[in-house]
């Protein structure tokens, strides 16, 4: 019988940072027996070291996978960041060494979500101050200002993962929802459209924001666009610090325009526990501030460690990239009487013809071919018919092609 080129046996997975047992869970079940999860991040040399032989590596945001890491990790397939950021990893160097690298950029949806719609209540109720007061000894039962949320106006900037489960949760307590984004969106439930964001704001009794960190979102809401909002409604964000212009928000909390705010990410922001936080909006009672910890729940980095685990193993299983953040994306479903090899190569011209080749000139037919290329790197996984020869011979040719970056034989038929 012909060998795989790696049988799940041999292919060595290292977790570091203390990564979800999720994670090691789903290697597992999936028959990955060589997995060792280490608590903490390794510094270059270590990570060097280790890497000599490990194929998959799982990483959170301490450990950094810089150019001169990766060239030396010669058996690396693939990367799992096991978080929302991937800027810990060298990707254009990873893309060109033909190794995707992963992330779980939506495990965390719902875990922000309830956060802010919990916050909307606090707000609507003025319990930050009330809570701040009674710390300090007063006892302030006034119902001017305590309000519910049933019936009162949410508008949701950004209509993406986060801005949908938002709006079906609030619906669910009796709000309406309005919302803007700039692309055509499907309106959930009840919810309506706003034609422009100074539409949204001037009717909504609470705006919350949930867009991306973009060139069009740095500042996008300053003290301008704070006039636009209705006196006395509500501000939240706990999108990306830059997207806010925070002396604007503290003045027009200040001057009782807006009633108070939650804000959980900030333009500057610690870099550990040792740096001081500083922001403006520091002492106003009316402010809840929460140090970026919107997405931090147990269930997001239990589901974070499922889904990106999920993918590596799918990589590796199949050779499918969707969700690679690096990479060109390949979906494709395993199929039962082929063999399968992937080829990852520089884009340019007439390797494929030479892949072609190799298996034309042995009579072995091809069953489907799936290529995408981005200008730079070109991506080609190919089935074959049935359980072929498929020892050193095919893969010395294919590693042999001009442009070749990498290439594996993924999975062989089943015998008849
Ligand atoms: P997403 O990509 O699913 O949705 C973003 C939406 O914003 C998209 O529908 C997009 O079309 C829209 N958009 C882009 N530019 C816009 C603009 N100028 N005006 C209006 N809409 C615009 O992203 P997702 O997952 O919903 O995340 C939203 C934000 O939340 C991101 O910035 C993310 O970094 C942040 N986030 C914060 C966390 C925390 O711990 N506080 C945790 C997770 C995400």
């Given amino acids: 019988m012909e060998k795989l080129s790696l049988p799940k046996s041999k292919i060595k997975v290292l977790l570091l940072e203390n990564i979800h047992k999720s994670a090691v869970e789903l290697f597992k079940r999936n028959g990955y027996s060589n997995v060792e999860s280490l608590k903490d ?9 280790r890497l000599k032989d490990v194929h998959i590596i799982g990483i959170r945001s301490r450990t950094k996978l810089t150019k001169d890491v990766l060239a030396s990790a010669e058996k690396l397939l693939t990367v799992g960041c096991f978080c929302i950021g991937t800027n810990q990893v060298d990707l254009e160097c990873a893309k060109r060494l033909g190794i995707p690298v992963f992330n779980a950029p939506y495990s965390n949806t719902r875990s922000v979500a309830e956060l802010v719609l919990a916050e909307i209540v606090m707000l609507f109720r003025g319990i930050p101050q009330r809570s701040w007061g009674a710390h300090e000894g007063e006892w302030d039962k006034t119902v001017k200002g305590a309000r519910e949320i ?3 106006i949410i508008g949701i900037v950004g209509y993406g993962h986060i801005g949908t489960q938002l709006s079906i949760i609030a619906e669910a307590l009796g709000m309406q929802v309005r919302f803007y984004d700039v692309e055509e969106k499907l309106a959930l439930g009840n919810a309506v459209p706003c034609r422009s964001l100074d539409e949204l704001l001037a009717i909504s009794d609470v705006v919350t924001l949930h867009v991306p960190e973009t060139p069009e979102t740095k500042n996008m809401i300053n003290a301008a666009k704070f006039k636009k909002m209705k006196k006395g409604a509500f501000f939240i964000n706990a999108s990306r610090g830059t997207v806010v212009n925070i002396p604007a928000l503290a003045d027009a909390v200040k001057s ?5 705010a939650a804000v959980d990410v900030f333009p500057k922001e610690p870099a550990g526990l ?5 922001s403006p909006l520091q002492g106003l009672r009316n402010v809840i501030l929460t140090p970026h910890i919107g997405g931090s729940t147990e269930e997001a980095q239990a589901n974070i460690g499922g889904e990106v685990a999920e993918k590596l193993v799918k990589y590796s299983d199949n050779g499918s990239t969707p969700g690679a953040v690096n990479f060109v994306e390949v979906a494709l479903p395993p199929q039962s009487d082929t063999t399968r090899f992937m080829h990852i190569h520089r884009d340019e011209p007439g390797v494929m013809a030479r892949i072609a080749e190799v298996f034309s000139k042995r009579e072995i037919n091809i069953a489907g071919q799936y290529l995408r290329t981005d200008g730079e790197i070109g991506y080609v996984v190919t089935d074959v018919m049935g359980r072929v020869k498929v020892g050193a011979g095919i893969r010395k040719d294919l590693a042999a092609i001009p442009g070749t970056v990498r290439t594996r034989f993924l999975y062989e038929a089943p015998p008849k």
């Fill in 256 to 260: 009782g325009h807006v009633a108070g």
């Fill in 41 to 49: 991040a390794l510094d270059a040399d270590e990570l060097k070291a």
């Fill in 150 to 152: 049933r019936g009162k």
């Fill in 274 to 278: 040792n740096e001081k936080f500083k």
